[in-house]
Protein backbone atom coordinates (compact mmCIF):
# COMPACT_ATOMS: atom_id res chain seq x y z
CA UNK A 1 0.00 0.00 0.00
CA UNK A 2 1.83 3.15 -0.97
CA UNK A 3 0.48 5.18 2.10
CA UNK A 4 1.91 2.79 4.22
CA UNK A 5 5.27 2.40 1.90
CA UNK A 6 5.18 6.25 2.35
CA UNK A 7 4.99 6.38 6.47
CA UNK A 8 7.50 3.90 6.54
CA UNK A 9 10.15 5.93 4.29
CA UNK A 10 10.10 8.67 6.86
CA UNK A 11 9.75 7.23 10.00
CA UNK A 12 13.15 5.53 8.87
CA UNK A 13 14.40 9.14 8.12
CA UNK A 14 14.01 9.40 3.94
CA UNK A 15 13.17 13.03 3.16
CA UNK A 16 9.91 13.16 0.80
CA UNK A 17 9.79 16.16 -0.82
CA UNK A 18 7.60 17.61 -3.55
CA UNK A 19 6.29 21.40 -2.79
CA UNK A 20 8.53 24.19 -4.52
CA UNK A 21 9.90 22.59 -7.48
CA UNK A 22 13.19 22.06 -8.08
CA UNK A 23 14.11 24.02 -11.70
CA UNK A 24 16.55 23.57 -14.54
CA UNK A 25 15.41 26.66 -16.30
CA UNK A 26 18.07 29.19 -16.33
CA UNK A 27 15.75 32.55 -16.16
CA UNK A 28 19.32 34.90 -16.14
CA UNK A 29 21.91 35.90 -13.64
CA UNK A 30 21.14 38.27 -11.13
CA UNK A 31 22.65 40.84 -10.28
CA UNK A 32 24.00 41.36 -6.66
CA UNK A 33 20.98 42.06 -4.93
CA UNK A 34 22.19 45.83 -3.02
CA UNK A 35 22.30 45.43 0.83
CA UNK A 36 23.15 48.76 1.66
CA UNK A 37 19.91 49.76 3.31
CA UNK A 38 20.68 46.49 5.72
CA UNK A 39 21.63 46.60 9.30
CA UNK A 40 24.56 44.88 10.50
CA UNK A 41 21.93 42.65 12.53
CA UNK A 42 20.07 42.23 9.10
CA UNK A 43 23.42 41.23 7.05
CA UNK A 44 24.50 38.98 10.24
CA UNK A 45 21.01 37.02 9.87
CA UNK A 46 21.39 36.89 6.20
CA UNK A 47 24.94 35.36 6.23
CA UNK A 48 23.61 33.01 9.01
CA UNK A 49 21.43 31.65 6.85
CA UNK A 50 24.38 30.68 4.33
CA UNK A 51 24.22 26.61 3.71
CA UNK A 52 28.17 25.84 4.63
CA UNK A 53 27.52 26.39 8.36
CA UNK A 54 24.91 23.47 8.09
CA UNK A 55 25.67 20.37 9.63
CA UNK A 56 26.55 17.33 8.00
CA UNK A 57 22.60 16.10 8.71
CA UNK A 58 21.03 18.77 7.43
CA UNK A 59 23.12 18.85 4.30
CA UNK A 60 22.26 15.23 3.61
CA UNK A 61 18.84 16.23 4.23
CA UNK A 62 18.71 19.40 1.61
CA UNK A 63 20.29 17.05 -0.94
CA UNK A 64 17.46 14.59 -0.60
CA UNK A 65 14.80 17.06 -0.74
CA UNK A 66 16.55 18.40 -4.08
CA UNK A 67 16.47 15.16 -5.50
CA UNK A 68 13.01 14.42 -4.98
CA UNK A 69 11.93 17.43 -6.36
CA UNK A 70 12.32 16.42 -9.84
CA UNK A 71 11.00 12.66 -9.18
CA UNK A 72 8.05 13.82 -6.59
CA UNK A 73 5.56 11.46 -4.78
CA UNK A 74 3.51 10.21 -7.64
CA UNK A 75 -0.31 10.73 -7.33
CA UNK A 76 -2.99 7.69 -7.83
CA UNK A 77 -5.15 7.89 -11.11
CA UNK A 78 -8.82 8.77 -11.13
CA UNK A 79 -10.44 5.73 -11.98
CA UNK A 80 -13.77 7.72 -12.26
CA UNK A 81 -16.21 6.07 -9.41
CA UNK A 82 -17.23 8.98 -7.80
CA UNK A 83 -18.97 11.98 -8.97
CA UNK A 84 -17.35 14.78 -8.17
CA UNK A 85 -18.99 16.63 -4.98
CA UNK A 86 -20.21 20.33 -5.83
CA UNK A 87 -19.71 22.80 -2.54
CA UNK A 88 -22.95 24.75 -1.47
CA UNK A 89 -23.10 27.71 -2.91
CA UNK A 90 -24.06 30.25 -0.08
CA UNK A 91 -25.05 34.40 -0.59
CA UNK A 92 -25.28 36.85 1.82
CA UNK A 93 -28.73 37.12 3.43
CA UNK A 94 -29.65 40.73 4.58
CA UNK A 95 -25.81 41.15 4.43
CA UNK A 96 -24.71 38.39 6.27
CA UNK A 97 -22.95 35.18 5.48
CA UNK A 98 -22.38 32.40 8.36
CA UNK A 99 -19.46 30.78 8.44
CA UNK A 100 -18.04 28.43 11.08
CA UNK A 101 -14.90 26.33 11.22
CA UNK A 102 -15.86 22.71 12.64
CA UNK A 103 -15.04 19.48 12.96
CA UNK A 104 -16.42 16.45 11.60
CA UNK A 105 -16.32 12.53 10.13
CA UNK A 106 -16.34 12.21 6.19
CA UNK A 107 -16.72 8.99 4.02
CA UNK A 108 -14.28 9.76 1.75
CA UNK A 109 -13.76 6.41 1.27
CA UNK A 110 -16.35 4.26 1.16
CA UNK A 111 -17.90 2.54 4.22
CA UNK A 112 -15.18 4.43 6.20
CA UNK A 113 -15.48 7.81 8.16
CA UNK A 114 -12.15 10.33 8.43
CA UNK A 115 -11.83 12.89 10.93
CA UNK A 116 -12.05 15.83 9.01
CA UNK A 117 -12.20 19.85 9.34
CA UNK A 118 -14.96 22.16 7.62
CA UNK A 119 -16.50 25.33 7.35
CA UNK A 120 -20.58 24.79 7.43
CA UNK A 121 -19.93 21.07 7.42
CA UNK A 122 -17.54 17.97 8.14
CA UNK A 123 -14.81 18.86 5.51
CA UNK A 124 -13.94 21.65 3.16
CA UNK A 125 -16.12 24.57 2.58
CA UNK A 126 -18.99 26.50 0.74
CA UNK A 127 -18.57 29.02 -2.64
CA UNK A 128 -19.38 32.53 -1.17
CA UNK A 129 -20.85 34.25 -4.14
CA UNK A 130 -21.00 38.03 -3.37
CA UNK A 131 -20.97 41.28 -5.70
CA UNK A 132 -18.75 44.13 -6.18
CA UNK A 133 -20.05 47.44 -4.17
CA UNK A 134 -22.04 45.13 -1.62
CA UNK A 135 -21.52 45.20 1.69
CA UNK A 136 -21.34 41.92 3.91
CA UNK A 137 -20.46 40.54 6.87
CA UNK A 138 -18.89 37.33 7.37
CA UNK A 139 -20.07 36.32 10.72
CA UNK A 140 -17.10 33.47 11.71
CA UNK A 141 -17.01 31.28 14.50
CA UNK A 142 -14.55 28.59 15.76
CA UNK A 143 -16.52 25.70 16.91
CA UNK A 144 -13.06 23.78 16.69
CA UNK A 145 -11.01 22.30 19.79
CA UNK A 146 -8.37 24.84 18.92
CA UNK A 147 -7.36 28.51 18.05
CA UNK A 148 -7.88 29.83 14.08
CA UNK A 149 -8.46 32.91 11.92
CA UNK A 150 -10.33 33.15 9.02
CA UNK A 151 -8.04 34.64 6.22
CA UNK A 152 -9.67 35.68 2.63
CA UNK A 153 -7.18 35.03 0.29
CA UNK A 154 -7.32 37.50 -2.83
CA UNK A 155 -10.01 39.92 -0.88
CA UNK A 156 -8.81 43.46 -0.82
CA UNK A 157 -9.62 44.14 3.15
CA UNK A 158 -8.43 45.95 6.09
CA UNK A 159 -5.94 44.46 7.84
CA UNK A 160 -7.61 43.84 10.93
CA UNK A 161 -10.18 42.29 9.07
CA UNK A 162 -7.54 39.94 6.66
CA UNK A 163 -7.80 37.13 9.00
CA UNK A 164 -3.60 36.96 9.43
CA UNK A 165 -2.09 35.49 12.28
CA UNK A 166 -2.77 38.43 14.74
CA UNK A 167 -6.50 38.00 14.77
CA UNK A 168 -6.80 34.58 16.55
CA UNK A 169 -10.41 33.65 17.56
CA UNK A 170 -10.34 31.07 20.32
CA UNK A 171 -12.33 27.84 20.83
CA UNK A 172 -16.00 28.48 20.78
CA UNK A 173 -15.32 32.29 20.19
CA UNK A 174 -16.90 34.48 17.12
CA UNK A 175 -16.03 37.40 14.89
CA UNK A 176 -18.18 39.70 12.70
CA UNK A 177 -15.93 40.54 9.59
CA UNK A 178 -17.62 43.72 8.15
CA UNK A 179 -16.72 45.25 4.65
CA UNK A 180 -17.43 46.37 1.17
CA UNK A 181 -16.57 44.69 -1.95
CA UNK A 182 -14.53 46.85 -3.50
CA UNK A 183 -13.27 44.70 -6.33
CA UNK A 184 -13.82 42.74 -9.26
CA UNK A 185 -15.07 39.50 -10.83
CA UNK A 186 -13.05 36.81 -9.73
CA UNK A 187 -12.48 33.57 -7.98
CA UNK A 188 -10.88 33.58 -4.52
CA UNK A 189 -10.52 31.74 -1.44
CA UNK A 190 -10.52 31.42 2.16
CA UNK A 191 -8.39 29.20 4.54
CA UNK A 192 -7.07 29.41 8.29
CA UNK A 193 -4.04 31.44 8.86
CA UNK A 194 -2.52 30.70 12.91
CA UNK A 195 0.85 31.27 13.56
CA UNK A 196 2.37 27.41 13.51
CA UNK A 197 -0.70 25.14 12.95
CA UNK A 198 -2.01 27.04 9.10
CA UNK A 199 -0.68 24.09 7.45
CA UNK A 200 -2.26 21.11 9.80
CA UNK A 201 -5.58 23.32 9.79
CA UNK A 202 -5.92 23.17 5.80
CA UNK A 203 -5.05 19.78 5.23
CA UNK A 204 -7.44 18.55 7.29
CA UNK A 205 -10.15 20.12 5.17
CA UNK A 206 -10.52 23.89 5.88
CA UNK A 207 -10.67 25.77 2.95
CA UNK A 208 -13.53 27.36 0.42
CA UNK A 209 -14.00 29.67 -2.21
CA UNK A 210 -15.43 33.20 -2.68
CA UNK A 211 -17.09 34.11 -6.10
CA UNK A 212 -17.19 37.59 -6.76
CA UNK A 213 -19.40 38.95 -9.47
CA UNK A 214 -19.69 42.05 -11.27
CA UNK A 215 -21.66 43.86 -14.09
CA UNK A 216 -18.85 43.49 -16.53
CA UNK A 217 -19.16 39.06 -15.68
CA UNK A 218 -22.89 39.06 -16.45
CA UNK A 219 -22.43 40.16 -20.36
CA UNK A 220 -19.36 38.53 -21.64
CA UNK A 221 -21.14 35.45 -22.44
CA UNK A 222 -19.42 33.04 -20.21
CA UNK A 223 -20.74 29.97 -19.00
CA UNK A 224 -22.07 30.83 -15.56
CA UNK A 225 -24.39 28.17 -14.26
CA UNK A 226 -23.39 26.59 -11.33
CA UNK A 227 -22.77 23.24 -11.15
CA UNK A 228 -24.42 22.65 -14.76
CA UNK A 229 -21.58 24.50 -16.71
CA UNK A 230 -19.52 26.30 -14.42
CA UNK A 231 -17.48 24.05 -11.73
CA UNK A 232 -14.73 24.78 -8.94
CA UNK A 233 -12.41 22.64 -8.86
CA UNK A 234 -10.50 22.42 -5.62
CA UNK A 235 -7.11 20.47 -5.62
CA UNK A 236 -5.24 18.78 -3.03
CA UNK A 237 -2.98 15.87 -2.42
CA UNK A 238 -3.17 14.11 0.81
CA UNK A 239 -1.60 10.58 2.70
CA UNK A 240 -3.98 8.39 4.59
CA UNK A 241 -3.02 6.34 7.64
CA UNK A 242 -4.24 2.23 6.86
CA UNK A 243 -7.06 3.56 8.99
CA UNK A 244 -7.95 6.41 6.36
CA UNK A 245 -7.17 8.76 8.18
CA UNK A 246 -5.10 12.18 8.34
CA UNK A 247 -2.33 12.11 10.55
CA UNK A 248 -0.17 15.04 9.32
CA UNK A 249 2.64 15.04 12.22
CA UNK A 250 3.34 12.10 10.89
CA UNK A 251 3.92 13.20 7.62
CA UNK A 252 4.74 16.22 8.01
CA UNK A 253 7.69 17.47 6.13
CA UNK A 254 9.48 20.80 6.75
CA UNK A 255 10.17 21.72 3.20
CA UNK A 256 6.21 20.83 1.89
CA UNK A 257 3.98 18.03 2.54
CA UNK A 258 2.87 15.98 -0.37
CA UNK A 259 0.97 12.87 -1.15
CA UNK A 260 -0.13 10.38 -3.16
CA UNK A 261 -3.88 10.58 -2.91
CA UNK A 262 -5.40 12.96 -4.88
CA UNK A 263 -8.71 14.61 -3.75
CA UNK A 264 -10.76 17.32 -5.87
CA UNK A 265 -13.35 18.92 -3.91
CA UNK A 266 -12.21 16.77 -1.27
CA UNK A 267 -13.74 13.54 -3.59
CA UNK A 268 -11.64 10.56 -4.08
CA UNK A 269 -11.33 8.97 -7.94
CA UNK A 270 -13.66 11.63 -9.09
CA UNK A 271 -15.56 12.48 -12.43
CA UNK A 272 -16.93 15.30 -13.58
CA UNK A 273 -20.53 14.69 -15.83
CA UNK A 274 -20.27 17.15 -18.14
CA UNK A 275 -22.94 18.40 -21.40
CA UNK A 276 -21.33 18.75 -24.56
CA UNK A 277 -20.81 22.52 -24.39
CA UNK A 278 -18.44 25.21 -23.40
CA UNK A 279 -17.68 24.59 -19.73
CA UNK A 280 -15.86 26.77 -17.24
CA UNK A 281 -13.74 25.33 -15.01
CA UNK A 282 -12.43 27.22 -11.53
CA UNK A 283 -8.92 25.70 -10.99
CA UNK A 284 -7.47 26.11 -7.20
CA UNK A 285 -4.05 24.57 -6.25
CA UNK A 286 -5.48 24.19 -2.68
CA UNK A 287 -2.58 21.51 -1.71
CA UNK A 288 -0.03 22.21 1.19
CA UNK A 289 3.17 22.26 -1.59
CA UNK A 290 2.54 20.50 -4.55
CA UNK A 291 2.91 22.33 -8.06
CA UNK A 292 0.16 21.41 -10.63
CA UNK A 293 0.78 21.05 -14.50
CA UNK A 294 -2.94 21.08 -16.05
CA UNK A 295 -3.78 20.21 -19.48
CA UNK A 296 -6.42 17.49 -21.30
CA UNK A 297 -5.40 13.86 -22.32
CA UNK A 298 -5.61 14.47 -26.07
CA UNK A 299 -3.80 16.65 -26.29
CA UNK A 300 -6.29 19.64 -27.04
CA UNK A 301 -6.13 23.19 -26.53
CA UNK A 302 -8.48 25.03 -23.99
CA UNK A 303 -9.37 28.63 -23.48
CA UNK A 304 -7.67 30.25 -19.82
CA UNK A 305 -10.13 33.80 -19.22
CA UNK A 306 -9.02 34.49 -15.28
CA UNK A 307 -6.14 34.87 -12.84
CA UNK A 308 -6.33 34.52 -9.82
CA UNK A 309 -8.02 38.54 -9.33
CA UNK A 310 -9.81 38.31 -12.42
CA UNK A 311 -10.24 38.24 -16.09
CA UNK A 312 -7.59 38.51 -18.35
CA UNK A 313 -8.08 41.27 -21.57
CA UNK A 314 -8.84 38.54 -23.87
CA UNK A 315 -9.07 34.77 -23.44
CA UNK A 316 -5.69 32.94 -23.86
CA UNK A 317 -5.66 29.90 -25.85
CA UNK A 318 -3.66 27.39 -24.31
CA UNK A 319 -2.36 23.21 -23.83
CA UNK A 320 -1.27 23.32 -20.34
CA UNK A 321 -1.39 25.49 -17.30
CA UNK A 322 0.49 25.27 -14.24
CA UNK A 323 -0.39 26.69 -10.96
CA UNK A 324 1.70 26.28 -7.48
CA UNK A 325 -0.27 26.64 -3.70
CA UNK A 326 -2.48 29.14 -3.80
CA UNK A 327 -2.75 30.09 -7.56
CA UNK A 328 -6.36 30.08 -9.28
CA UNK A 329 -6.93 29.99 -12.88
CA UNK A 330 -10.16 30.22 -15.09
CA UNK A 331 -10.28 28.09 -17.61
CA UNK A 332 -13.03 27.24 -20.55
CA UNK A 333 -13.19 23.71 -22.39
CA UNK A 334 -15.49 22.85 -25.22
CA UNK A 335 -16.67 19.70 -24.93
CA UNK A 336 -19.07 20.09 -28.10
CA UNK A 337 -16.66 18.48 -30.13
CA UNK A 338 -16.47 15.16 -28.08
CA UNK A 339 -18.96 12.24 -28.05
CA UNK A 340 -20.50 10.30 -25.46
CA UNK A 341 -17.99 7.81 -25.42
CA UNK A 342 -14.74 9.96 -26.41
CA UNK A 343 -12.29 9.57 -23.28
CA UNK A 344 -11.20 12.72 -22.30
CA UNK A 345 -9.79 13.79 -18.69
CA UNK A 346 -7.73 16.40 -17.08
CA UNK A 347 -4.46 15.30 -16.37
CA UNK A 348 -0.45 16.32 -14.83
CA UNK A 349 2.61 16.76 -16.51
CA UNK A 350 3.20 13.66 -15.66
CA UNK A 351 -0.35 12.08 -17.01
CA UNK A 352 -1.64 11.03 -14.09
CA UNK A 353 -5.23 11.41 -14.35
CA UNK A 354 -6.93 14.36 -12.01
CA UNK A 355 -10.43 14.39 -12.99
CA UNK A 356 -12.03 12.14 -16.00
CA UNK A 357 -14.89 13.66 -17.97
CA UNK A 358 -18.01 11.97 -18.58
CA UNK A 359 -20.08 13.28 -21.35
CA UNK A 360 -23.93 13.65 -21.65
CA UNK A 361 -24.92 13.36 -25.10
CA UNK A 362 -27.46 15.71 -24.04
CA UNK A 363 -26.45 19.15 -26.22
CA UNK A 364 -27.13 22.86 -25.43
CA UNK A 365 -27.60 25.92 -27.16
CA UNK A 366 -23.82 27.28 -28.29
CA UNK A 367 -22.07 29.87 -25.98
CA UNK A 368 -20.20 32.85 -27.76
CA UNK A 369 -17.86 33.93 -25.30
CA UNK A 370 -16.63 38.04 -25.69
CA UNK A 371 -13.24 38.20 -27.19
CA UNK A 372 -12.70 41.53 -24.91
CA UNK A 373 -13.00 40.93 -20.73
CA UNK A 374 -10.93 43.45 -19.13
CA UNK A 375 -9.09 46.51 -19.38
CA UNK A 376 -6.57 45.48 -17.38
CA UNK A 377 -3.13 47.05 -18.37
CA UNK A 378 0.52 48.09 -16.71
CA UNK A 379 0.75 51.59 -17.33
CA UNK A 380 3.74 53.39 -18.59
CA UNK A 381 3.64 55.40 -15.24
CA UNK A 382 4.05 51.75 -13.35
CA UNK A 383 6.73 50.36 -15.95
CA UNK A 384 9.11 53.67 -15.18
CA UNK A 385 8.56 53.83 -11.41
CA UNK A 386 11.80 53.17 -9.18
CA UNK A 387 12.06 49.98 -7.07
CA UNK A 388 11.36 50.67 -3.64
CA UNK A 389 11.65 47.49 -2.16
CA UNK A 390 13.66 44.61 -2.19
CA UNK A 391 12.57 40.87 -0.95
CA UNK A 392 15.04 38.41 -1.59
CA UNK A 393 14.06 34.80 -1.11
CA UNK A 394 16.22 31.98 0.05
CA UNK A 395 16.64 28.58 1.77
CA UNK A 396 14.39 24.83 2.16
CA UNK A 397 12.86 23.61 5.23
CA UNK A 398 13.23 25.04 8.57
CA UNK A 399 16.47 27.30 7.11
CA UNK A 400 14.02 29.60 4.88
CA UNK A 401 13.92 33.37 4.71
CA UNK A 402 13.27 36.82 3.51
CA UNK A 403 15.82 38.93 3.47
CA UNK A 404 17.72 36.65 5.66
CA UNK A 405 15.12 36.90 8.61
CA UNK A 406 12.56 34.99 9.32
CA UNK A 407 9.18 35.76 11.02
CA UNK A 408 8.25 37.66 13.92
CA UNK A 409 5.09 38.66 14.54
CA UNK A 410 6.05 41.80 16.65
CA UNK A 411 8.46 42.93 13.72
CA UNK A 412 7.54 45.42 11.15
CA UNK A 413 9.32 44.60 7.84
CA UNK A 414 8.20 47.19 5.37
CA UNK A 415 5.54 50.41 5.39
CA UNK A 416 3.78 51.20 2.69
CA UNK A 417 1.01 54.39 2.35
CA UNK A 418 -2.52 53.65 1.36
CA UNK A 419 -3.58 54.19 -1.92
CA UNK A 420 0.68 54.39 -3.60
CA UNK A 421 1.76 52.36 -5.99
CA UNK A 422 4.93 50.36 -5.46
CA UNK A 423 7.38 48.78 -7.50
CA UNK A 424 8.44 45.71 -5.04
CA UNK A 425 11.44 43.65 -6.66
CA UNK A 426 11.35 39.61 -5.24
CA UNK A 427 14.55 37.49 -6.29
CA UNK A 428 14.47 33.55 -5.75
CA UNK A 429 18.49 33.08 -4.60
CA UNK A 430 19.35 29.97 -5.19
CA UNK A 431 21.49 27.24 -3.18
CA UNK A 432 24.76 25.42 -4.29
CA UNK A 433 21.82 22.93 -5.87
CA UNK A 434 20.11 25.11 -7.47
CA UNK A 435 16.94 25.95 -5.54
CA UNK A 436 13.22 25.79 -5.55
CA UNK A 437 10.32 27.81 -6.87
CA UNK A 438 8.39 29.69 -4.29
CA UNK A 439 5.01 30.84 -4.93
CA UNK A 440 5.13 34.37 -3.67
CA UNK A 441 1.92 35.90 -1.86
CA UNK A 442 0.74 39.17 -0.53
CA UNK A 443 -1.92 39.61 1.48
CA UNK A 444 -4.89 42.15 1.10
CA UNK A 445 -4.07 43.30 -2.49
CA UNK A 446 -4.18 42.32 -6.34
CA UNK A 447 -1.36 43.48 -8.17
CA UNK A 448 0.50 43.79 -11.67
CA UNK A 449 3.40 41.75 -12.65
CA UNK A 450 5.24 44.16 -14.51
CA UNK A 451 8.68 42.42 -15.70
CA UNK A 452 9.63 38.44 -15.25
CA UNK A 453 13.70 38.87 -15.22
CA UNK A 454 13.16 42.22 -17.20
CA UNK A 455 10.67 40.97 -19.60
CA UNK A 456 7.22 41.18 -19.88
CA UNK A 457 5.40 38.37 -18.50
CA UNK A 458 3.57 35.64 -20.43
CA UNK A 459 -0.04 36.81 -21.81
CA UNK A 460 -1.59 34.56 -18.95
CA UNK A 461 -0.70 36.26 -16.19
CA UNK A 462 -1.24 39.90 -17.45
CA UNK A 463 -3.81 40.38 -15.12
CA UNK A 464 -4.60 41.16 -11.44
CA UNK A 465 -2.29 38.38 -9.30
CA UNK A 466 -2.31 37.83 -5.44
CA UNK A 467 0.35 35.07 -5.73
CA UNK A 468 3.30 34.44 -8.16
CA UNK A 469 5.70 31.55 -9.11
CA UNK A 470 8.98 32.37 -8.82
CA UNK A 471 11.87 29.80 -10.02
CA UNK A 472 15.13 29.80 -8.77
CA UNK A 473 17.51 33.18 -10.11
CA UNK A 474 14.28 34.29 -11.36
CA UNK A 475 13.61 38.70 -10.49
CA UNK A 476 9.92 39.48 -11.10
CA UNK A 477 8.87 42.95 -10.37
CA UNK A 478 5.56 43.49 -8.93
CA UNK A 479 3.63 46.70 -9.10
CA UNK A 480 1.55 46.64 -5.81
CA UNK A 481 -1.31 49.22 -4.38
CA UNK A 482 -3.21 48.56 -0.97
CA UNK A 483 -6.29 50.06 -0.82
CA UNK A 484 -7.13 49.43 2.99
CA UNK A 485 -4.88 50.38 6.18
CA UNK A 486 -3.65 48.06 8.36
CA UNK A 487 -0.86 44.95 8.99
CA UNK A 488 -0.67 42.76 6.30
CA UNK A 489 1.50 38.87 5.80
CA UNK A 490 3.33 38.60 2.29
CA UNK A 491 5.30 35.10 2.13
CA UNK A 492 5.81 31.98 0.73
CA UNK A 493 2.41 29.93 -0.24
CA UNK A 494 4.34 26.89 0.94
CA UNK A 495 2.53 26.49 4.06
CA UNK A 496 5.32 24.53 5.66
CA UNK A 497 7.89 27.09 4.41
CA UNK A 498 5.42 29.85 5.75
CA UNK A 499 5.18 28.32 8.70
CA UNK A 500 9.47 28.02 9.31
CA UNK A 501 9.18 31.87 8.59
CA UNK A 502 9.47 32.60 5.49
CA UNK A 503 7.23 35.38 5.98
CA UNK A 504 6.92 38.85 6.81
CA UNK A 505 4.89 41.66 7.60
CA UNK A 506 4.01 45.02 6.08
CA UNK A 507 1.78 48.12 7.86
CA UNK A 508 0.02 50.25 5.65
CA UNK A 509 -0.73 53.66 6.74
Known amino acids: MKSKLFVTTLLVGSVILGGCSASNSQSGKHETMDHSNMTDEETTNMEGMDHSNMSHDEMMNMENGHASHTNPLPLNDSTGDNELALPPLLEPKHGVVDITAQQGKTEIFEGVETETYGYNGSFLGPVIQVNEGQTVTFRTKNNLAEPTTFHWHGVEISGEGDGGPHQILQPGASHDVKFTVNQGASTLWFHPHPEGATAEQVYKGLAGLIYVEDENSKKLGLPSK ?255 KFNNKGIYMFHCHVLEHEENGMMGQIEVK
Do not use: C
Request: glycine share 8%; proline share 5%; no cysteine.
Open 226 to 480: YGENDFPLVFQDRVFTEEKQFDYQAVRNEDGTIGDTLLVNGTFNPKLTIRKEKVRLRLLNGSNARNYTFKLNTGDKFQQVATDGGFLNKPITMSEITLTPGERAEIIVDFSKYDADHNIALVNEENTILLPFHIDDQKTSSIEISDSLNDFAVTDEERNLPVTKKLELFGMGPMVSINGKQFDMNRIDFTQKQGETEIWEIYNKPDMMGGMIHPFHIHGTQFKIVSIDGKEPPANLQGWKDTVSIEPSQTVKLAV
